[in-house]
Each structure stands twice: as structure tokens, then as C-alpha cells.
């Protein structure tokens, strides 16, 4: 699978200019013409400091596509003088990979390295990524492999220790300028746009120099008169599909920025990550689901009303589908987003669990067990049991902890909301349990 700045290699022959795709025109020639990455090209950036000392390890490039991956793994090999093998993971399998190894020891053999880059390398399962190491820990290889996905979840532990991980970044909206100007100078002439289309055309290549590029050869083919604007250019043009894989990476990312969004109170951004995730074509049902959680982790008692709010909407949806029920959603992302939060609950429950595993053979203090038979009243089950109705003010102030165990103030209410209420409550009955504790005392 070709990138949108590789290089040619020394076995093909480029085709005449005037046939040749504009993405492999522009292919930039050295690492300084590469638009974008500077967090890994820089003079003092992972890849400018390897190239720099004159050392090159194994890399993965992890990163959306069309943002420069294969094009830098060529001109790597090209400024180190190592021969370029590619493979893609999608059409290659063991006995494929023998032949890339046995082919680069002959290489070695001969004196020439072998850098051997990889293309959607996480599609290798455990065994065929395991196949590189061997060749990597020798030398017969540097492995320069490009993945989409997050390299934590999808490549072995071995080979990621022999690697270095790097970032690259989706082009911004200046790199695609720069981009869309260098196109503009290879085909010798203007885009037929006036600069606020220019900019419409960056965006909707969302970050992928490959999409840009394929965009104006399409608009370089019209047959228009004057500049058009950004409706007649939205007319003529599809804007890219939003970069999301449901059960990938993405998907993770944004479903995180939306819950931080709610949790930091800021409603707008928390409607900007929704309305992100419904474009992608995430299901709502997904997000309703999501959304109560909220509810019950960030908002809880600070506003008990959080839960039924969501509910609510989870079930309009239900009841109305897309994309009325879109909104009743959107606006429990509001409501969430502008409650109260405390996290006094959750803390408090993880507490308890934790207690409950280290002391989970205690019983409880026998004043609280109940004695059906008389062999149990015998043994003091119920005795001295306190019954909280008909104590002053409704509370006995007895002890329900094991008798092994010290009491425990497990939840710590915040100054927000209704757990500002709760928390008064709970002091009421601290001050009602210790003038229990004195008087029985005394």
C-alpha cells in the first residue's frame, strides 16, 4: 500500500509526468521535505537525534492514515544506504516473511542492510510478529513498521521492547496549506478557489494529505469560470467521512473526551464529543448507556436526579429513534454536564469493597442477627439489640460493624449539591451516636 510521500524505488521507473497521480508527483525527495511531524523529524525529535548520531533502531509509526508513514520509512532507508523492502501485513503471511528474511541475509551476506517496512503491521497475530525478533536481535533486519491502531493493545510486548514507539499526527490545517500550495506549483497554476473555499478544502481533507491531494486532482478536472466559493465547492465535492472505527482506537479516544468533558462541567465541549461520536456512526444507544454511568460515577447523590434524567432520555429515544431521540440524549449531555459533581459515593464504595475482601470472615456483632430458634437465643443472638423506632430521635447509635473491626467512615460527602445535605446529616448522627456512646458511659 503506497503512501502519500514515498519515494521512487530504484526498480520501478516513473511514468510520465503528465499520468503520474499528483500524490506520487509530489513524493518529497529528503526528510526536510516532508510537511508535518516535526514532534519526530526535528533536529532534536526522536527520528532528527537517531539520524543525527548515526544510529537507527527499530521503529513502529503509529498514526491516521495519509500523514506521511510510508514516505518516511523510505526516505530512511535512502539516507542510511539501506535497501527498502516493503510488505503489508494484509497480503502477507509466514511463508512470505521467510522470503523477506532469507532474502535480507543475503543482503547482509553481501554487506547491505535490509530496512523492511511493514504496513498495517498489528494484522500479524502473536506468531508471525514473534517470526521478526530474531532477525531484529541479529541485525538482519531494522524493522520500521506503520499501524493505525494503538500499539499497546495490538503488538507484542517483545517486539515493542525492541522498538521505539513514535507519533505521528494528523496534518493541520497549515500543513495542508503548504501541501495544497506545492500542488499549485506541479500543476503550474491556481486552484479555481477563492481563499474561504481554500480553507473548506483543507478541512475536509481532515488531516490526510493523501485525501487532499486526491481532492484537487479532482477540481483541477473542472471546467469552471472565475473562483468558486465554499457552497458551490460543497456542491461539487463529498466531505471525507469522519476518521472513527467503532471498536478501535478512536473510539476509545472520543468516548473519554466526552465523559472528561461532563465531568469537567463544560457542556459545550461535551456536546461537541457526542455530536462527534453520532457523525462517526456510533450507536446512540452506546452513548445512552455511557451517559448514565455518568450519572452514577461523577454526578450521583450531589444530584440523585442525574440518573432518572438519563433514563428518560435513554428511553425516548427508545420510543422515537433517530434522530428525534438524538436530542433527548444531547440534552442529558447538557443536564450531566451542569450538575454538581462528587465522586464521595464511588470512593466510598471502593473502600467498602476493598475492607469486605481483607475481613470477609467477620460476622456480624450477634445484637443484630436475628434468633428464630432458641438454641440462637441461647448463644446471645439479638441480645441488647436496640430498636432504632423507638429511640430517641430514631437512632440507637449502636454499633453494626463486626465487633473486630473499628468503625469505619467510609463515605465523605462533598460540599455540592444534595450531598451537601447528606453531609449535615451524617454530622446530625455522628453527634447523636457519641451522645449515645457518653451517656451509656456515664
Known amino acids: 500500500m503506497s503512501d502519500l510521500f514515498s519515494t521512487d524505488t530504484p526498480e520501478t521507473t516513473p511514468a510520465p509526468s503528465a499520468t503520474r497521480p499528483l500524490a506520487d508527483r509530489l513524493r518529497p525527495r529528503s526528510l526536510s521535505e516532508v510537511i508535518g511531524q516535526e514532534q519526530v523529524l526535528g533536529a532534536d525529535a526522536p527520528l532528527g537525534t537517531m539520524l543525527a548520531s548515526g544510529s537507527l533502531s527499530s521503529i513502529i509509526f503509529w498514526g491516521p492514515p495519509g500523514v506521511g508513514k510510508t514516505t518516511i520509512a523510505r526516505l530512511l532507508a535512502h539516507e542510511t544506504d539501506l535497501a527498502f523492502v516493503q510488505i503489508s501485513a494484509i497480503f502477507s503471511g509466514v511463508p512470505e516473511l521467510r522470503k523477506v528474511f532469507e532474502a535480507a541475509r543475503h543482503r547482509a551476506a553481501n554487506g547491505q542492510g535490509t530496512l523492511l517496512f511493514v504496513d498495517e503491521i498489528h494484522r500479524f497475530n502473536k506468531a508471525q510478529q514473534d517470526a521478526f525478533l530474531p532477525h531484529m536481535e541479529d541485525g538482519t533486519i531494522l524493522l520500521v513498521g506503520a ?104 473510539h476509545y479516544n472520543l468516548i473519554s473526551a466526552l465523559h472528561k468533558s461532563v465531568r469537567g462541567s463544560d457542556p459545550d465541549a461535551a456536546l461537541y464529543w457526542y455530536s462527534r461520536m453520532l457523525e462517526g456512526g456510533e450507536d446512540p444507544r452506546y452513548l445512552a448507556r455511557r451517559l448514565l454511568r455518568m450519572s ?45 459533581k462528587t465522586n464521595a459515593g464511588y470512593v466510598a464504595y471502593k473502600a467498602a469493597r476493598e475492607a469486605a475482601r481483607k475481613t470477609g470472615s467477620e460476622p456480624p456483632p450477634k445484637h443484630i442477627l436475628n434468633a428464630p430458634t432458641k438454641l440462637m437465643s441461647e448463644q446471645g443472638y439479638g441480645a441488647g439489640y436496640a430498636y432504632d423506632h423507638d429511640a430517641e430521635d430514631g437512632f440507637s447509635g449502636q454499633n453494626y460493624f463486626p465487633d473486630t473491626l473499628p468503625r469505619t467512615a467510609f463515605y465523605q460527602p462533598v460540599e455540592r449539591g444534595f450531598e451537601r445535605d447528606l453531609g449535615k446529616r451524617l454530622a446530625y448522627f455522628a453527634k447523636l451516636r457519641e451522645k449515645r456512646e457518653n451517656g451509656t458511659e456515664s
Not at 454526578?299 to 431521540?325: H, N
Open 147 to 250: 499501524t493505525t491502531e494503538n500499539p499497546s493493545f495490538e503488538l507484542n510486548a517483545a517486539v515493542l521492547s525492541r522498538a521505539q514507539v513514535m507519533v505521528l499526527t494528523r496534518l493541520s490545517v497549515e500543513d495542508l496549506a503548504k501541501l495544497g500550495a506545492r500542488a499549485e506549483a506541479e500543476l503550474g497554476r491556481n486552484l479555481p478557489l477563492d481563499e474561504d473555499a481554500k480553507h473548506a478544502l483543507w478541512e475536509m481533507a481532515d488531516g490526510d494529505g493523501r485525501t487532499l491531494l486526491n481532492l484537487i486532482e479532482q477540481i483541477v478536472a473542472w471546467k469552471v469560470k472565475g473562483d468558486l466559493t465554499p457552497d458551490e465547492l460543497a456542491k461539487r465535492l463529498m466531505r471525507r467521512a469522519a476518521k472513527y472505527d467503532k471498536s478501535g482506537d478512536e
Open 296 to 340: 452514577v460515577e461523577d454526578i450521583a447523590l450531589a444530584d440523585p436526579q442525574a440518573q432518572s434524567i438519563c433514563l428518560t432520555a435513554w428511553q425516548t429515544y427508545e420510543r422515537l429513534g433517530s434522530p428525534e431521540g438524538e436530542l433527548a440524549l444531547a440534552q442529558a449531555v447538557i443536564y450531566l454536564a451542569l450538575a454538581p
